[in-house]
């Protein structure tokens, strides 16, 4: 079965079937390089987001370029996330790349838009956005950038790490639930970088793959 083909965001994560007891409470330390790297990654992110609402707007297409790169530090930003306190769902280093590494446990695409609203990009991004700005506020609380949780998610995460340290075990159902969340978010930054026009939508798609839209006969749409 394939995922939902509406969907341009496209969001799958493994839990690490072991995870060290005690090495969540010093990630943030080891991601300190990550973060350094993403401060700058992010502000050529906003800029070449500018860049891009131009070219949206003269000419209805995102440049190749700039979207290939926008997605990665997208990417980049969510693989340090999984890995320290958006999920901490695997204990294996971020890799420092913006392309996709097929064998880390998360993954994150976005499909290119051959043509774009020329209209819709000057309202999406802030008018239209305002009602998921309101919802992802409540999951991220003080910041989401260079892979700093809080709100919602920073506190599931947290009790995430908790039930490690005590148990060994990090509890499926919170991991299906997290990624959901991080789903959301991601769906809601992709829209409002311009990056497309399909509306994300008001629903908690849980666990690690991504959903599978079927028809009303319960089989698989294509």
């Not at 993954?107 to 991004?125: D, F, T």
């Not at 075990?169 to 919170?174: D, E, N």
């Not at 666990?207 to 079927?214: D, I, T, Y």
């Amino acid at each position: 079965m394939s995922s939902d083909p509406t969907q341009p965001v496209r969001l799958n994560a493994a839990l690490d079937p072991v995870l060290s007891r005690w090495l969540w409470l010093v990630k943030w330390l080891l991601a300190v390089p990550h973060y350094i790297i993403l401060f700058f990654l992010w502000l050529a992110f906003v800029l070449l987001t500018v860049v891009a609402f131009f070219a949206i707007l003269f000419t209805g297409r995102y440049p190749r370029g700039i979207f290939d790169f926008n997605v990665g530090v997208l990417r980049w930003n969510w693989r340090v996330a999984y890995y320290a306190y958006g999920t901490l769902g695997t204990d294996r280093y971020p890799p420092f790349t913006i392309s996709d590494v097929p064998d880390y446990p998360t993954h994150l695409e976005v499909a290119y838009p051959e043509q774009l609203s020329r209209g819709l990009v000057l309202v999406k991004w802030w008018l239209l956005a305002i009602p998921h700005y309101l919802v992802v506020g409540l999951f991220l609380g003080g910041g989401w950038g260079a892979g700093r949780y809080a709100g919602l998610i920073g506190l599931l995460t947290l009790y995430a790490g908790v039930a490690l340290a005590a148990t060994s075990r990090y509890p499926t159902g919170l991991f299906d639930l997290l990624i959901g969340l991080n789903r959301w978010v991601l769906r809601v930054a992709a829209y409002a970088a311009l990056m497309t026009d399909v509306y994300p939508p008001f629903r908690l798609d849980m666990g690690g793959a991504e959903p599978v839209r079927v028809d009303i006969a319960g089989k698989p749409a294509v």
